[in-house]
């Protein structure tokens, strides 16, 4: 089971169902489930061409039965929320996996517990653009594991399943150092849906460099205290974003990321982008980008610049700011 047929868990579904596994698609967009019932789920390539996946889907509220291998693709904020309703679905030594951004495995694990909980770090690029359509961007790192980095069956099961979703993913014993240097890119891409550039054009101006310095060095910073290593992965190496790193690390480290990026031809923009600008809904900021801070909080450490993009991403949401460069400035002088 596919719970939430969206960006991600749109692509890993295809993907599987195209493997031979049986998939049934949850999602709780009902003109989305009837597209994918009648034609398959298209799954739209960087080069344009199309291709459709046929699988189950459902409506949320249909679900029915148990099952012991339930994989979660929805947006942040609506993680627990879908747990409650996944719970009686889980059958006995089933478990949960998060395909998802951010740190929402301890929801998961809070409602089914730890030991029926798996993460992935997730960093391919795509986008929902419609009903039964997924337009995919480009490959990213994929990797699976425990949360307290156990090697354990479950989790090479999980890898086998995800490596015929990308026969480039794999398992990890590093998990939540993985999940936490994803949160840091992602307070990257947080800032360029601030303006209508493109992800390449703004992560590639050394006039924001400080920005993203900044926004970097907090997240690592909260993540060690919080008792957690980034891990280094698709041009991201957390030891460029620390107190004791030269602005020229950064900015080598930052030209990488930029390199990285540019692989997501069919991707230019930012899901948040997205979110904000054609679907005009709220973005994942809560919880995604909150965490930063409460962790933060909780170990007595100050994010003034996750703190400001929060409060304007927040203003984005509720049509207070437009979109433009203005933002990245304003959002500077906190990181000065």
Partial sequence: MVWGGGAIGGVVAAKLADAGQDVLLVDVVP???EAVRAHGLEIVGPDGKSTFSRMQACLASEAQGTYSRIMLSVKGQHTRQAMQMIAPRLAAGGWVLALQNG??????????????????????????VGPG??????????RVGEIDGADTARSRQVEALLRQVDPQSGWTDRLMGYKWSKVAIGSLLFTTAMSNDTIVEQLGNRHYLPLWRALCREVVTVARAS?????PFDGFAPDAFTASASIDDAWAQMQQITDHCRRWVGKPRSGVWRDLAVRKRPTEVDPQITDIVAHGQAAGIETPTVSRLIAI?????SGGRDFGNANLDALMETAA
């Fill in 133 to 142: 359509r997924i337009q995919f961007g480009g490959q990213g790192s994929l």
């Fill in 31 to 33: 003109e989305h489930v």
């Fill in 103 to 128: 740190l929402t495995e301890a929801t998961i694990a809070g409602v089914v517990g730890q030991e029926r909980t798996l993460g992935a770090l997730v960093n391919f690029a795509s986008d929902y």
């Fill in 313 to 317: 991403i927040r203003e984005m949401e």
């Fill in 227 to 231: 008792g957690v290593d980034p891990a």
